[in-house]
């Protein structure tokens, strides 16, 4: 009895423990809201994030889609970017044509 109590616990454990890692890393679609600053040719970029506009250096918002790690701004599918979060403050976009790899580091929090 006492083995069958053991083996149970220790699956219940185990349960937990891959559903709490499963639920603990957000989707791009969460992590990609906020304020960025990045570099363009040296120059400082703040781009700004909200659930489906982006505004770059505060000129008019842009709508845009983040389905999955593929983000397209205003339907322009042929600008399509790869997005990926290395960690919380810092989200790199890569351009699907030409590679280009654009770091982004989050401003707050």
Not at 46 to 52: E, H, R, S
Not at 66 to 75: F, P
Request: glycine share 8%.
């Amino acid at each position: 009895m006492n083995l069958v109590i053991s083996r149970t616990l220790k699956v219940l454990a185990l349960m937990i423990l891959v559903t709490s890692c499963a639920t603990s890393v957000p989707f791009p679609s969460e992590q990609i809201i906020g304020t960025w600053r990045s570099q363009v040719g040296g120059f400082d970029v703040t781009t700004t994030y909200t659930i489906d506009e982006v505004t770059v250096d505060g000129f008019d918002s842009k709508p845009y889609v983040l389905n999955g790690s593929e983000l397209v701004i205003e339907d322009d599918a042929i600008s399509a970017r790869t997005v990926s979060f290395p960690s919380k403050g810092e989200m790199v976009q890569v351009d699907n044509i030409t590679e280009t790899v654009h770091v982004f580091t989050r401003i707050g929090g």
